[in-house]
């Protein structure tokens, strides 16, 4: 089994080769005539591309709003392949902008020097390098079967099928993506990482391979060094052999048991939870309700006394600590019925909700019954005006006494 595994690989590596009519970048030099690339026609919007001993650069470093685009004016016949492609970024802190990497039908006419989200109705793949979401730089999979015109949708981000998050900017080295596709697996890898990958995308033949780019007012520069295409896929060869060599290393025994899972069993644990997500989330919302309404009740001074304020917030606060044990304790149960699957991410983001939830609940109660209190204890300042005002009164009323006493006649004997 090994060895005719070994002559299959061994077969499937040697049968790649370069397919020239949608390469460059691959000999010793970028263009035979530096003005051209035989096989791809070359266009820019606001500025003319430039071809240089090493690299065409599609987008310039200024000024911004340029597009550039190349196409390659042969289409692949074949449907296992593997394009290796090499850019590079660089610009401003700030700066931003779009590269797609193409694969559909009739490229250069239906797309043009279209980005993704400016395209129309097309048929195929398109790969897209950006700074979606902020996140420093993304590398997304689109589809489409020319129905949706993406330039007319509402949210073309949603249309993505897979992603990955990449720092692609001032690396100051070129970055490499590779897209190979065989009968059993479409991946697409960034530096020798996977990226993405899928056993339900095949794309047909006879698509054309093309590179866009667009900038906005800070631009990028977008530099492309080199594209290849080969026949077949490397990853079918590796994924094969990754999976026998993983099913070599599992005993018969636990194969047998791994091929009669119990999926309901899975979908309960699913349920459950679930089920506490839920109970989380309620306890956040119900933690929210009762410190509003202790605002509220500060604020328009309708406050019971603070001894039975701070009897009734235990209790509250008494009564939620049993509902986090009865998590807790479901957590536990969860753990033990869980062991041999990894289910650690969601017990961390469970353990971590019910932490947060605790803190805020310990922490709103204690705020709210100290302004409470501070709220119903007597000031020194009030007390003070009381004793002044009251020594006034009494001042006031000895005075008027007085005067009253000395206005009446007097009597002689």
């Not at 700066?95 to 020097?113: H, P, T």
């Not at 993704?116 to 790969?127: A, E, H, N, P």
């Not at 917030?313 to 998590?327: G, K, S, V």
Request: with cysteine.
């Amino acid at each position: 089994m090994k060895y005719s595994f070994a002559l299959a690989f061994l077969t499937t590596v040697g049968a790649q080769s370069i397919i020239d009519t949608l390469s460059f970048g691959h000999d010793s030099r970028f263009s035979p005539s530096g003005e051209s690339l035989p096989g791809w026609r070359i266009k820019g919007e606001g500025h003319e591309p430039q071809i240089l001993s090493d690299k065409l650069i599609l987008t310039p470093p200024y000024p911004g709003h340029t597009r550039g685009s190349i196409w390659a004016e042969n289409s692949l016949s074949l449907l296992e392949w593997t394009s290796e492609f090499q850019f590079r970024a660089s610009g401003e802190e700030r700066g931003s902008g779009n590269l797609q990497l193409w694969y559909v039908k009739d490229g250069e006419r239906s797309v043009g020097a279209s980005s993704i989200y400016t395209v129309g109705q097309f048929d195929g793949f398109v790969l897209t390098v950006d700074t979606h979401g902020g996140r420093g730089g993304s590398i997304r999979g689109f589809l489409n079967d020319g129905t949706i015109a993406y330039n007319q949708h509402s949210n073309v981000d949603s249309l993505a099928f897979g992603h990955c998050d990449y720092a692609y900017r001032n690396l100051g080295r070129p970055s490499v993506i590779k897209i190979e596709q065989s009968s059993s697996l479409f991946q697409v890898t960034v530096d020798d990482k996977v990226c993405f990958q899928t056993p339900k995308v095949i794309l047909p033949a006879g698509n054309q391979f093309g590179v866009t780019a667009a900038t906005p007012d800070n631009p990028d520069s977008f530099e492309l060094f080199k594209f290849v295409v080969t026949s077949g896929a490397k990853a079918t060869a590796q994924f094969t052999e990754q999976t026998m060599q993983q099913q070599q290393q599992i005993p018969i025994e636990s194969r047998s048991t791994s091929n009669n899972i119990n999926l309901g069993s899975l979908d309960d644990m699913n349920g459950r939870i679930q089920q506490i997500s839920q109970e989380v989330s309620q306890i956040s919302q119900s933690i929210n309700q009762r410190h509003q309404e202790l605002l509220n009740r500060i604020s328009t001074g309708s406050v019971v006394s603070s001894s039975d304020s701070s009897s009734q917030n235990e209790a509250r606060l008494n009564a939620m600590d049993e509902r986090l044990r009865r998590i807790e304790t479901m957590l536990s149960d969860l753990q033990r019925d869980s062991v041999g699957k990894d289910y650690r991410n969601e017990f961390t983001r469970l353990h971590k909700a019910i932490e947060n939830s605790h803190h805020s609940l310990t922490e709103a109660l204690q705020t709210s019954i100290f302004n409470m209190i501070t709220a119903t204890t007597p000031r020194m300042g009030l007390f003070i005006c009381v004793v002044i005002a009251f020594q006034l009164l009494l001042a006031g009323a000895y005075v008027y006494y007085k005067r009253r006493r000395n206005g009446m006649p007097k009597k002689f004997l």
